[in-house]
């Protein structure tokens, strides 16, 4: 993902939900609607997620140092797994105790056209929101579903502002439809159970994140089609005749690290071999400029030795 698509999106996002939340916290104390509280709280918390995606790239672009010698690429990641505990419990969390309260206590409705309005004007601006990050998404999305894209991606940015917006969108037709019934059967309790519902969806939209984002803090490799781009140009036929093992991480979204043992032919001078490798490491850059440390150790194959050696995961 390049740094501007994602930062447009985020942006984008960012100035929705700013908007958002204050026409909500507006109709919440016109009308006295948990829904439209609940639905206030979430937006704040997501305009706090996109301050923290923002300021997770601003310190993943720091150099690296000698403590940190492979940078700091990997902050994005852990700034977007922050994100998914602030949205279960500051925007899940609160949802959910909010709606219990409201079925527990329930009080009339009142101002009706405020939740409404401003649900409708909230419906506009996320819908606004959620189009700029699938067309930020669509360029880098390729054959992909978006289920695979989210679950593939390795700038966690746009996965988070795609699910937080649809998200979004899904709590405000709750809200609407706890708002409505509440108005038509005049009984208050619909609008506690929608805003349950909007609790409910943000926990699962916040697991969803975390379990993603805990893969990357761990470690992923790189993509098939990039690995195999590796192993193609690693092999040049002449001095260097086979990859024995590789094993590729990502050392942040847009940083990728590959370390391999090749196979070498026994009567190779070592002026041959350091050429060699010299050359599949510009082979390799070409073919995937993401992978920016490379680190090549020539061995003589032995067929013997490789049929013990456990299959690598490269």
Same mark, same amino acid.
């Not at 709590?171 to 409910?200: K, P």
């Given at each position: 993902?390049?740094?501007?698509?994602? @930062?447009?999106?985020?942006?984008?996002?960012?100035?929705?939900?700013?908007?958002? %939340?204050?026409?909500?916290?507006?109709?919440? %104390?016109?009308?006295? +609607?948990?829904?439209?509280?609940?639905?206030?709280?979430?937006?704040?918390?997501?305009?706090?997620?996109?301050?923290?995606?923002? !300021?997770?790239?601003?310190?993943?672009?720091?150099?690296?140092?000698?403590?940190?010698?492979?940078?700091?690429?990997?902050?994005?990641?852990?700034?977007?797994? =922050?994100?998914?505990?602030? *949205?279960?419990?500051? #925007?899940?969390?609160?949802?959910?105790?909010?709606?219990?309260?409201?079925?527990?206590?329930?009080?009339?409705?009142?101002?009706?056209?405020?939740?409404?309005?401003?649900?409708?004007?909230?419906?506009?601006?996320?819908?606004?929101?959620?189009?700029?990050?699938?067309?930020?998404?669509?360029? !880098?999305?390729?054959?992909? /579903?978006?289920?695979?894209?989210?679950?593939? %991606?390795?700038?966690?940015?746009?996965?988070?502002?795609?699910?937080?917006?649809?998200?979004?969108?899904?709590?405000?037709?709750?809200? =609407?439809?706890?708002?409505?019934? @509440?108005?038509? &059967? #005049?009984? +208050?309790?619909?609008?506690?159970?929608?805003?349950?519902?909007?609790?409910?969806?943000?926990?699962?939209?916040? *697991?969803? *994140?975390? $379990?993603?984002?805990?893969?990357?803090?761990?470690?992923?490799?790189? #993509?098939?089609?990039?690995? $195999?781009?590796?192993?193609?140009?690693?092999?040049? #036929?002449?001095?260097? @005749?086979?990859?024995?093992?590789?094993? &590729?991480?990502?050392?942040?979204?847009?940083? !990728?690290?590959?370390?391999?043992?090749?196979?070498?032919?026994?009567?190779?001078?070592? /002026?041959?071999? $350091?050429?060699?490798?010299?050359?599949?490491?510009?082979?390799?850059?070409?073919?995937?400029?993401? $992978?920016?440390?490379?680190? =090549?150790?020539?061995?003589?194959?032995?067929?013997?030795?490789?049929?013990? @050696?456990?299959?690598?995961?490269?």
């Amino acid at each position: 993902m390049s740094a501007s698509g994602g @930062t447009k999106a985020i942006v984008a996002a960012l100035s929705a939900n700013l908007a958002i %939340a204050a026409a909500k916290f507006v109709a919440f %104390a016109f009308s006295g +609607s948990s829904s439209m509280l609940a639905e206030g709280v979430h937006s704040i918390a997501d305009s706090g997620n996109q301050g923290l995606l923002l !300021l997770g790239g601003k310190r993943a672009k720091r150099a690296a140092t000698a403590e940190h010698p492979f940078g700091y690429g990997r902050e994005r990641y852990v700034y977007g797994f =922050l994100v998914s505990i602030v *949205l279960f419990t500051i #925007g899940g969390v609160f949802a959910l105790y909010e709606g219990w309260e409201k079925i527990q206590h329930p009080h009339p409705l009142d101002n009706w056209y405020w939740p409404v309005g401003v649900l409708l004007f909230a419906v506009i601006a996320e819908g606004y929101s959620f189009r700029t990050a699938v067309k930020e998404s669509n360029t !880098l999305r390729g054959q992909q /579903t978006w289920a695979q894209f989210i679950r593939r %991606a390795k700038a966690p940015e746009l996965p988070v502002v795609l699910l937080e917006d649809f998200g979004a969108l899904i709590g405000l037709v709750l809200a =609407l439809g706890g708002v409505v019934l @509440t108005l038509v &059967t #005049g009984n +208050s309790i619909w609008d506690g159970i929608g805003t349950m519902a909007i609790g409910t969806l943000l926990v699962l939209i916040a *697991l969803v *994140l975390a $379990a993603e984002t805990k893969s990357l803090l761990l470690g992923e490799a790189a #993509g098939p089609d990039q690995i $195999a781009k590796i192993r193609a140009a690693l092999v040049d #036929g002449d001095v260097v @005749t086979r990859v024995i093992h590789m094993r &590729t991480l990502h050392l942040g979204p847009e940083e !990728l690290l590959v370390a391999a043992k090749i196979a070498v032919e026994h009567d190779d001078t070592a /002026t041959q071999i $350091a050429d060699a490798i010299n050359a599949a490491e510009a082979r390799i850059r070409e073919a995937v400029p993401i $992978a920016r440390v490379i680190y =090549l150790e020539p061995d003589i194959y032995d067929e013997r030795a490789a049929a013990t @050696t456990p299959p690598s995961a490269n």
